[in-house]
């Protein structure tokens, strides 16, 4: 394993991703716990990613000085090359002008071994966001680059394997990245590339046979990617004694139940039983606003129907979920802040009756989808738009009503409808509609005056819903959306389009 330590959530993930990318498997951890990490699961490798904070801040996230003298390969990304810098001896400046964006360095020893070789004329540019700047590198480190900004925009020991580069490696906009990625895991760590599709089946499948025992196993079915995927590795690992349970909310949207029923029937040979309880969860939802108590009592309720479902007709002793790595992070239970409490993690009360079997935990949505395909698993499950567990109750803002949702539902028919037509469905990574019945406005309708709640579109571009950024949908497409809404869509008066990125947005409203 590949070790990324966490100075600030976002980039450290994005490093992770890129290393398994490169087929090197790798987890983040906080950088409070890297040291823990170190001493009991021997990473082949660490990588210290960048981060917000200026080392010089108070309270600043620092590293235990046994990391940096464990003997381990250490390949330290702006934050963490300056942490590098400061900790073994070398000298950061604080407080200069910075560079961000596109920048072009200069080779000042051309013996880098991280350094891809130098192809022509044109100058070499790098990704960089950065305030502080390293100016002596570490003792005993030579510098292989510089900026403008940067006097030690990269430097190497080679002989106690340690490599800082002040810029991202990691984004896209760095050309050279990659290949700067690769030639530390390769050649300097002399890592074998082995983290395919095939070498995560096996895992996943082995794990979950140690997990479950002789037991039995029940898996929450959404008909998303990620509980398909799960159930199926759980199928190839336990075979029939696995159970599938599809629970109709009445929080989906129209039509799906009954095409997830009839898609999963006809594809696996898992048995399934669907549960109808609508009724249950709009009475548990009655007068409830707040969408962290809407989530908790969504996952609550998920969890007591799996309960009396294996109770009285399966005597599952697992529950399996298909829970990923990013819920994981950003549920907050490695430690980091939580933002929402996403139903399968967060909102799960203490008392369950089930062990937990999350065959994804470790995974990102791209590498479920790959394993989904070698796996066999149709298109029509691989590619379905990620759909929130909570459902439609985090798209009616505020109290959850069955009529509420029923609006929901046909302006989001008719999103998919006109995206489905204009050929767009597939690029984005969701579309959808959100009703916000607390707030209303006045309209025109024949003429009569109309005085009627709003729909908001929402469609993003992601590639891992970390990070998401609003769709420019052709102005044609969003305007017979929107005049289909308010024509066919009864209680609507008005269609507004969503233009935030997350951050600072998030994808859901609630
Ligand atoms: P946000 O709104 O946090 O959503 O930007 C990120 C992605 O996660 C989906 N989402 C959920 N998925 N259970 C899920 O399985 C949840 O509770 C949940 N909440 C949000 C959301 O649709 C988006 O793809």
């Not at 140690?210 to 929450?220: E, F």
Request: glycine share 10%.
């Amino acid at each position: 394993v590949v070790l990324v330590v966490d100075f600030g959530a976002q980039y450290a993930q994005l490093i992770a991703r890129r290393v398994r990318e490169l087929h090197v498997y790798s987890e983040v951890v906080p950088a409070r716990d890297a040291l823990a990490f170190v001493r009991s699961r021997r990473p082949a490798a660490v990588i210290l990613s960048g981060g917000p904070a200026s080392v010089y801040a108070p309270g600043a996230p620092g590293l235990a000085p046994e990391v940096l003298e464990a003997n381990v390969p250490i390949l330290g990304i702006c934050y963490g090359a300056q942490l590098m810098a400061q900790q073994l001896g070398g000298v950061v400046e604080h407080g200069g002008s910075g560079e961000y964006g596109r920048t072009v360095i200069e080779r000042t020893d051309e013996r880098a071994h991280l350094l891809p070789p130098l192809r022509g004329e044109a100058p070499e540019t790098v990704w960089m966001s950065h305030a502080d700047a390293i100016v002596a590198p570490p003792e005993g480190a030579r510098v292989v680059a510089s900026s403008a900004g940067a006097p030690v925009a990269a430097f190497e020991d080679p002989a106690r394997r340690r490599f800082g580069v002040q810029w991202h490696p990691e984004v896209s906009h760095t050309p050279g990245g990659m290949e700067l990625l690769g030639r530390f895991l390769f050649d300097v760590v002399g890592l074998e590339p082995r983290w395919t599709s095939f070498s995560i089946i096996e895992q996943a499948i082995a794990e979950v046979r140690s997990t479950v025992g002789d037991g039995r196993a029940i898996c929450a079915l959404s008909g998303g990617v990620d509980s398909t995927v799960a159930a199926a590795l759980t199928a190839e690992a336990i075979g029939d004694r696995l159970t599938c349970v599809f629970v109709d909310t009445g929080l989906l949207r129209s039509g799906e139940a009954e095409q997830v029923e009839h898609l999963f029937r006809s594809q696996f040979d898992i048995e399934l039983i669907v549960v109808d309880a609508a009724d249950r969860f709009f009475d548990a939802l009655a007068g409830v606003t707040d969408p962290e108590a809407k989530r908790k009592i969504i996952g609550e309720l998920f969890i007591r129907i799996f309960e009396e479902t294996a109770a009285s007709k399966t005597n599952a002793t697992h529950l399996v979920q298909g829970t990923l790595y990013p819920d994981i992070v950003e549920s907050g239970s490695d430690g980091s802040a939580t933002i929402k409490s996403h139903h399968n993690v967060g909102g799960l009360p203490d008392d369950v009756a089930f062990t937990i079997v999350e065959p994804l935990r470790r995974l990102f949505k791209d590498e479920v989808r790959r394993i989904g395909v070698e796996l066999g698993i149709p298109e029509s499950f691989v590619w379905r738009q990620p759909f929130p567990g909570p459902g439609i109750a985090v798209r009616v803002l505020g109290e959850v009503t069955a009529e509420r949702v029923e609006t929901v539902r046909r302006a989001d028919r008719i999103v998919q409808d006109e995206l489905d037509e204009a050929g767009l469905s597939r690029s984005l990574w969701q579309a959808f509609a959100v009703l916000a019945p607390g707030l209303r406005s006045v309209g025109v309708s024949g003429d009569a005056r109309t005085y009627d709640a709003p729909v908001i579109v929402r469609a993003v571009e992601s590639e891992d819903a970390m990070t998401a950024d609003w769709a420019r949908l052709p102005w044609e497409v969003l305007d017979r959306i929107s005049r289909r809404i308010v024509n066919e869509v009864p209680g609507v008066n008005r269609v507004v389009y969503d233009v935030t990125s997350k951050p600072p947005g998030t994808i859901e409203w609630e």
